[in-house]
């Protein structure tokens, strides 16, 4: 494996560029996340056996990423969204799948004793939408932490701090499974998520997963109430998500996933 990349919002590359030209590579997996990072045109020339993209936050994109898919003619495609898959199968893609984002137990991982600051955070850009919905939970009583500008280790840490996690997306990202959906888990909270409108999206993406999906305050402010009214509930459900996710839902697992849809080709 060897990364070409710069690291993000860096002019900096990640190790130095190999030759694209004089080596046949096993596969080429472009992963990208339509932030404003390059988008490296140049590995349309490079040697490969296969080649696939892992699209992510592609809800909030719609289909601004075909003209990318269509310049590499990649020949498979993952998507973070389960939406996208059927998009682009119906538009000639067959070999697309659903890969949503994971978690990594070194990174994201916390120990169970951690001390619990609050009983429920949001952690991330502090929106209109989110002071809404702290100040809708205020009349119920439930005081919502909101966190914003922390980064890296203190992200993590403040994603820990919280008994209850509520994930909140745009209205163009609702019911997508985000990076703060798995990671909550792993850093061992209970992760609140927004339902969106279809229920593919949170149908497949909670396999095998330990979350609430919530679709009005009124609903949320009394699961809330619940949990917080009932301590060894929550700390068994917690706990219960935690392993699923650090055991089921990691970066390796994905991999794992994402190479036995190339049929095992890449060795």
């Keep these: 494996v060897h990364p070409y990349a710069k690291y993000y919002q860096q002019n900096k590359w990640v190790e130095p560029r190999p030759m694209l030209d004089d080596h046949q590579w096993d596969l080429v997996l472009f992963m990208e996340c ?3 990072d390059p988008q490296y045109p140049e590995l349309q020339l490079i040697k490969a056996q296969k080649t ?3 699209m992510f936050d592609t809800t909030y994109y719609k289909d601004q990423r075909l003209p990318l898919v269509k310049y590499f003619n990649f020949n498979y495609l993952f998507f973070a969204n389960p939406l996208s898959v059927h998009q682009y199968k ?3 893609w067959k070999q697309s799948f659903y890969l949503p984002y994971a978690c990594d137990p070194e990174l994201h991982g916390r120990p169970l004793n951690i001390n619990k600051q609050h009983d ?3 952690v991330g850009s502090i929106r209109d939408d989110r002071r809404a919905l702290a100040k809708a939970l205020d009349r119920f009583d439930i005081h919502l932490e909101l966190i914003g500008d922390v980064y890296r280790e203190q992200y993590i840490d403040a994603l820990a701090s919280g008994k209850i996690v509520i994930n909140q997306n745009p209205e163009e990202g609702r019911g997508l499974l985000n990076m703060r959906f798995w990671e909550s888990q792993a850093a061992g909270s209970l992760v609140f998520t927004e339902k969106s409108d279809y229920d593919i999206n949170v149908g497949e993406g909670l396999r095998d997963f330990e979350a609430r999906p919530y679709a009005y305050v009124d609903n949320l402010a009394s699961q809330i109430k619940h949990y917080l009214e009932h301590p060894k509930a929550i700390e068994f459900d917690t706990n219960k998500a935690r392993l699923l996710a650090l055991n089921n839902h990691t970066y390796q697992n994905r991999c794992k996933e994402l190479l036995h849809a190339i049929q095992n080709e890449v060795n």
Excluded: F
Aim: a negative charge.
């Design 52 to 54: 696939a993209c892992w």
């Design 90 to 92: 119906s538009w000639g």
């Design 34 to 36: 339509n932030d404003s």
């Design 120 to 122: 429920v955070v949001l």
